[in-house]
T-cell receptor
């Protein structure tokens, strides 16, 4: 398996633009997580899905952020409009139900909003 | 609420042992984890410990768990320059839905000097 795939790896955009980050979880995994990592705030959980259904979005910063999972193999995190304070590394992770709950992380998308 | 605390930085000499410490708050956590993040990459599970264990050893890694004090430590024996990375402590938050949501610490940057 190729692991969790994220695209793009780097994104530079201007304030006010819409940004869409993409994630393909590991096949067969039931849970998908979106995290944001910054120097100031560390690693924050934004939202997670179980069987394509959003379970907890309490970490989503504000209404400018939205996430979807239209099917088991694809999820998007959208920021509209983007702001400089959204600059961060965004990680997607997935895991299977049961076991010891290991989450497998993608390589991340480094977002810079100018 | 749930919280995981770690020291931010540790510097050791190659060949020495490294000990990274962590405190957590949720006494109901079933599993506790150590993740490793190398530069420019996502987090990768290093090891985990079940909450009814006091110690787990895996080659150069030793995990100690003190449930009474809610303290977790990771010892790396014979530390190598390749061990330089950020190490995250995490606890699983078990709810009625057994989501396996993880709460991560801020990460400890381990610097290994030759």
């Amino acid at each position: 398996d190729a692991g969790v795939i994220q695209s793009p790896r780097h994104e530079v955009t201007e304030m006010g633009q819409e940004v869409t980050l993409r994630c393909k979880p590991i096949s067969g995994h039931d849970y998908l997580f979106w995290y944001r990592q910054t120097m100031m705030r560390g690693l924050e959980l934004l939202i997670y899905f179980n069987n394509n259904v959003p379970i907890d979005d309490s970490g989503m910063p504000e209404d400018r952020f939205s996430a979807k999972m239209p099917n088991a193999s694809f999820s998007t995190l959208k920021i509209q409009p983007s702001e400089p304070r959204d600059s961060a590394v965004y990680f997607c992770a997935s895991r299977q139900a049961g076991g010891y709950n290991e989450q497998f992380f993608g390589p991340g998308t480094r977002l810079t909003v100018l | 609420g749930e919280d995981v605390e770690q020291s931010l930085f540790l510097s050791v000499r190659e060949g020495d042992s490294s000990v990274i410490n962590c405190t957590y708050t949720d006494s109901s956590s079933t599993y506790l984890y150590w993740y490793k993040q190398e530069p420019g990459a996502g987090l990768q599970l290093l090891t985990y410990i079940f909450s009814n264990m006091d110690m787990k050893q895996d080659q150069r890694l030793t995990v100690l768990l003190n449930k009474k004090d809610k303290h977790l430590s990771l010892r790396i024996a014979d530390t190598q320059t390749g061990d330089s990375a950020i190490y995250f402590c995490a606890e699983s938050i078990e709810g009625s839905s057994n989501t396996g949501k993880l709460i991560f610490g801020q990460g400890t940057t381990l610097q290994v000097k030759p």
